[in-house]
């Protein structure tokens, strides 16, 4: 994942946020246009629908989960008109072409396998794919082009609610515990504060870091064997994601988290751990002081307070 500082333009060509839109990021050649279903007809008028490029069919199964179909063509308006007769269980297409039309057919295959295998890994949402496509033959120049071309795409299409290649699987690594207990990732820069949620009733007991303002839950930590709380929850979808990807996986009475996982709030992870909806910054104690995570947030604003008031 790219860590510099990126700037994304997003336009949105009738003025209306939940319609048709384009994103572009400056010194990149990628160009991304999203259509809503009702508007195909407007959408595959435009010049860069009839480009070679991938595109990304989204909706939803009859029980409202994510669904999607992933594709190419060197011809994407064709195609899609084609699929638009056949399929009707998409409400918006995502096409990904360059805004100079120089990619060529192997570029697209190349970039269609990888997204298929990525949305398989990440198992954020069900694929109408049968298979995994093979890789495309490229020159080693070429896949690492195509590497680069996907690695901006995974900024380009969260910031259009296109989180399906989204993984907030981490790689956990060596840590160092510094005299107040912060936790420092050895080989790097980043440094993080270490929490723990224990459930004694349960008999579940998390850990957690927050770092580079990702709240991770650790490898090893123990959740709830099963949803308890509300259906409807919030964070029920995001626990069975998790349960259906290997995140969490059943051990004994309860389910361990396979590797560690970046949660969007502390609110998320303490519900996913808890099997029911439940207040993170509460939940949460930060280990070197015992403090909740509300009231070490509070203890941090005030000396930011402080210094900034110096």
């Known amino acids: ?4 500082a990126r700037s994304l333009e997003l336009f949105f060509v009738d003025g209306n946020p939940e319609g048709m839109l384009t994103a572009e990021v400056f010194n990149w050649t990628g160009h991304v246009l999203m259509i809503p279903r009702q508007q195909i007809a407007d959408g595959l008028r435009r010049p860069e629908a ?13 029980t409202g989960l994510p669904y999607a179909y992933i594709g190419e063509s060197e011809d994407v308006a064709a195609r899609l008109r084609t699929h ?10 995502v096409i990904i ?4 039309n120089n990619l060529h057919k192997a570029h697209v295959k190349y970039l269609e396998a990888r997204l298929v295998e990525i949305a398989r890994e990440v198992a954020r949402a069900s694929l109408e794919n049968a298979n995994t496509p093979p890789r495309s033959s490229l020159s080693e120049a070429a896949r690492s082009n195509m590497e680069a071309f996907l690695e901006m795409l995974h900024v380009v299409l969260p910031a259009i609610r296109v989180d399906m290649f989204l993984s907030r699987a ?7 515990v510094s005299r107040d207990n912060s936790v420092e990732r050895l080989g790097g820069l980043e440094t993080a504060e270490a929490f723990e949620l224990h459930a004694a009733r349960a ?3 998390a850990r957690a870091e927050l770092v580079g303002g990702e709240f ?25 994601e998790l349960v259906e990807a290997g ?37 949460w104690r930060h280990t070197a002081t015992g403090l909740s995570y509300k009231e070490w947030e509070a203890r941090m604003l005030a000396r930011e307070n402080e210094v900034f008031n110096v």
């Open 1 to 4: 994942m790219p860590t510099q």
């Open 50 to 62: 009839a480009h070679t490029g991938v595109y990304l069919l989204l909706g939803e199964t009859d």
């Open 84 to 93: 638009d007769a056949k399929k009707d269980w998409w409400n918006r297409v």
């Open 97 to 100: 072409t360059s805004a100079s």
């Open 170 to 176: 981490r790689s956990g690594g060596t840590l160092a």
């Open 203 to 205: 008999g579940l007991t």
């Open 216 to 240: 991770i839950v650790k490898s090893g930590s123990r959740a709830r064997a099963n949803w308890s709380g509300v259906e409807y929850a919030t964070y029920r979808e995001l626990y069975r």
């Open 247 to 283: 995140v969490l996986v059943q051990d004994g009475e309860h389910c361990l988290f396979t590797r560690d996982y970046a949660f969007p709030s502390p609110s998320a992870a303490s519900s996913v751990v808890l099997g029911r909806s439940s207040s993170g910054p509460k939940e």
